[in-house]
């Protein structure tokens, strides 16, 4: 089974500041990586797929790098709808989930 | 416009029955790969079960051998059987598209609102 794992557990941004969400998995996983959001009581949603490549009606201030073991979710300008839990995916294999990551308001 | 909407949670003692189902419109169950994902509370997204355009299906080791997932392509709709159920099994169940026919790999587009299974006595 591919671990995945993300850091931090809890990020505190203010609103209009940069965050930045890491990923890592415990092997190579090249580019099969997908970042959901999801708000308390709300299905998940797809916000990145293929590592970099946003899912339909996902805002431009959502990008998404990496390849490899290593990947990183950026919110370029944090909105106020964008406080919620970040989880990763990778679908190299059978898929599994990060623990997420939650960004709340400072 | 795709929708998945589950239902069948319930409340059931540890070592029951229970069988979840998602009603999909927008899109055919015949022609998708669907899945079953779960949320424990307080912890993290866990797949559970997936079932092909053919077929064919797939479990997570931990409900092997316990939970069942099958279709009706004449109700379009995606069901999960699950036996022996344990505390562990406590969670929020979601089903979940995998778009372009898993071309792409096993990823998730759409899901639905989730149903809530709690075993306890």
């Known amino acids: 089974e591919i671990v995945m794992t993300q850091s931090p557990a809890t990020l505190s941004v203010s609103p209009g500041e940069r965050a930045t969400l890491s990923c890592r998995a415990s092997q190579s996983i090249n580019i099969y990586l997908a970042w959901y959001q999801q708000k308390p009581g709300q299905a998940p949603r797809l916000l990145i797929y293929?590592?970099?490549t946003r899912a339909t009606g996902i805002p431009a201030r959502f990008s998404g790098s990496g390849s490899g073991t290593e990947f990183t979710l950026t919110i370029s300008s944090l909105q106020s709808e964008d406080f919620a839990v970040y989880y990763c995916q990778q679908y190299k294999s059978w898929p599994t989930f990060g623990p997420g990551t939650k960004v709340d308001i400072k | 416009e795709v929708q998945l909407v589950e239902t069948g949670g319930d409340l059931i003692q540890p070592g029951g029955s229970l069988r979840l189902s998602c009603a999909v419109s927008g899109f055919t169950v015949s022609n998708n790969f669907v899945s079953w994902v779960r949320r424990a509370p307080g912890k993290g997204l866990e797949w559970v079960s997936i079932i092909y355009s053919g077929g064919a299906t797939y479990y997570a080791d931990s409900v092997k051998g316990r939970f069942t997932i099958s279709r009706d392509n004449s109700e379009n709709t995606v069901y999960l059987q699950m036996n022996s159920l344990s505390a562990d099994d406590t969670a929020v169940y979601y089903c979940?598209?995998?778009?372009?026919?898993?071309?792409?790999?096993?990823?998730?587009?759409?899901w639905g609102q989730g149903t809530l299974v709690t075993v306890s006595s």
């Open positions: 979940a598209r995998v778009p372009t026919g898993g071309s792409l790999g096993n990823y998730f587009d759409c």
């Open positions: 293929g590592a970099s």
